[in-house]
């Protein structure tokens, strides 16, 4: 979690606690160490923000305190609502509670005439037709694409034959009704593209990959994308 998220969430759990909050509470919350809590109230009180306690006691946010509003217009609250809605379509459930958690933070600080345009906006967006993965964790792939770790797959076509294989995962691909893992295949000694759905089983190895500043993106990115199919290359 960057620094600044974590401050921002340090103000809003003190805002919404009932009783003084310890560094230790609030650690335990945000994943880090008192210490680290310690120096972020610290830096929270040096910019005005009216924290009050101290180590061992706890901490409370005095009334009335409250961020300067978001200067969004009615169309870029619309966009958020609309942006959030869509990530319903992805069949990740971590990204989904990541976009409730963005909308949940965006009605904190948005002015009040502002807040019905996220949380009540007259929006439907449609479900998709995206299978689940139940063979892989979407939320680890993203994150071994990040860390630009290698996969070690059980994957089966669409003849039902399987394979096993080592890949690098480069890029998801979100269509409305296919959740494709962009990568290079060791197998192949090419770029493939692995419908979610029809990996049997994943693990992230202790082997890395270079992204050699992002050139496999940008040659997988190339590759035209009409539709992909299963352990096809991209065409």
């Known amino acids: 979690m960057r620094r600044s998220d974590r401050l921002f969430d340090i103000i809003q ?8 909050t310890t560094a230790a509470a609030l650690a335990a919350g945000l994943e880090v160490t008192p210490r680290t809590v310690y120096r972020d109230i610290a830096t929270l009180q040096a910019r005005r923000v009216p924290i009050e306690g101290a180590p061992g006691i ?10 300067p509003p978001l200067m969004f217009t009615i169309d870029e609250v619309e966009a958020i609502a609309v942006g959030a809605r869509l990530v319903h379509r992805l069949r990740d459930p971590k990204l989904q509670e990541a976009a409730e958690a963005v909308l949940a933070k965006v009605s904190v600080v ?9 949380a009540d ?6 479900p998709g037709e995206a299978a689940e993965a139940h063979g892989a964790d979407i939320a680890e792939i993203r994150a071994a ?8 797959i059980a994957y089966a076509d669409e ?3 399987r394979t096993n294989r080592t890949i690098w995962p480069i ?17 192949r000694a090419d770029y493939r593209n692995f419908r979610v759905e ?38």
């Not at 706890?58 to 961020?67: A, T």
């Not at 992230?204 to 539709?227: C, I, M, T, Y």
């Open 198 to 235: 029809r990996i049997q089983s994943s693990k992230v190895l202790d082997e890395h990959f270079s992204q050699d500043n992002g050139r496999l993106f940008r040659e997988w990115s190339a590759l035209p994308k009409e539709r992909p199919d299963s352990d096809a290359r991209p065409r």
């Open 171 to 187: 890029a998801m691909a979100y269509y409305v009704d296919v959740t494709l893992v962009g990568a290079w295949c060791e197998l």
């Open 110 to 118: 948005l002015p009040e005439r502002l807040r019905p345009h996220i």
């Open 58 to 67: 706890g901490y409370v946010l005095r009334k009335g305190f409250d961020l």
């Open 121 to 126: 906006a007259p929006i439907y967006v449609s």
């Open 145 to 152: 694409i990040r860390n630009s770790a290698k996969l070690y």
């Open 13 to 20: 759990r003190l805002r919404t606690a009932a009783q003084p």
């Open 159 to 161: 003849s039902g034959r």
